[in-house]
């Protein structure tokens, strides 16, 4: 049966000369033999503490900040299964990997299929110029990355990011879904669409 399956890892998030602490979300996404993971943040080996015995179908990058792409070409190694991230976040992920490129770019509308369900991917750039969120109807839930978190939108103020571009995304892309669609957040709690539209309304 098809399931979501989480944990929290911590490392450091460094952009524009400045590093943070911070704990990331993992999410995978699949049955007890394939799954998706969703970011590979700080630790190849809590990552895989999730996806246990599973097959790795890919590995999808919500956006290139290190602190969510980090392990990625070491995880990719390890469990032999493609990169997909958006080409518009190139410069975020060089600033990381210099070496390595990712393997498959995501395109606004393609599915990715796992374990008989399949996630749907929005382009929802202002985080980042490529950030992606991954919906999945039949699960009633969407993996919003950094785009939107549970009491406010995503981080802008740093490099490549635009909160005016940020907040049309949310409203174009996210608010479309069903006030009830569960928010699977990169950082922090989970929340809905309904709760984050009200919140976000109430801000205008």
Not at 118 to 135: D, F, I, K, M, R
Request: glycine share 8%; hydrophobic share 40%; proline share 5%.
């Amino acid at each position: 049966m098809i399931r979501v399956d989480h944990a929290v890892t911590s490392g450091t998030f460094s952009l524009d000369g400045g590093t943070f602490d911070v704990d990331n979300n993992i999410w995978v996404v699949g049955d007890d033999t394939e799954c998706v993971v969703i970011d590979a943040p700080h630790s190849v080996g809590d990552i895989l503490a999730v996806v246990g015995e599973r097959t790795v179908k890919a590995i999808v990058c919500t956006h290139a900040h290190d602190d969510h792409v980090r392990v990625a070409p070491a995880l990719r190694d390890r469990v032999s299964a493609p990169i997909l991230l958006h080409p518009d976040d190139r410069p975020l992920w060089e600033l990381t990997h210099t070496e390595s490129r990712w393997d498959t770019d995501l395109i606004d509308g393609q599915t990715i299929d796992v374990a008989g369900t399949s996630l749907q991917v929005l382009h929802t750039p202002g985080h980042a110029p490529g950030a992606v969120c991954l919906y999945a109807p039949a699960l009633g839930c969407v993996f919003t990355g950094d785009t939107l978190f549970n009491g406010d939108p995503g981080a802008t103020g740093r490099s490549f990011s635009d909160r005016p571009t940020l907040e049309s995304s949310i409203r174009a892309r996210l608010f479309a879904l069903p006030d009830d669609t569960i928010v699977h957040t990169g950082h922090g709690d989970d929340t809905t669409i309904g709760r984050e539209r009200a919140l976000l309304d109430a801000t205008d």
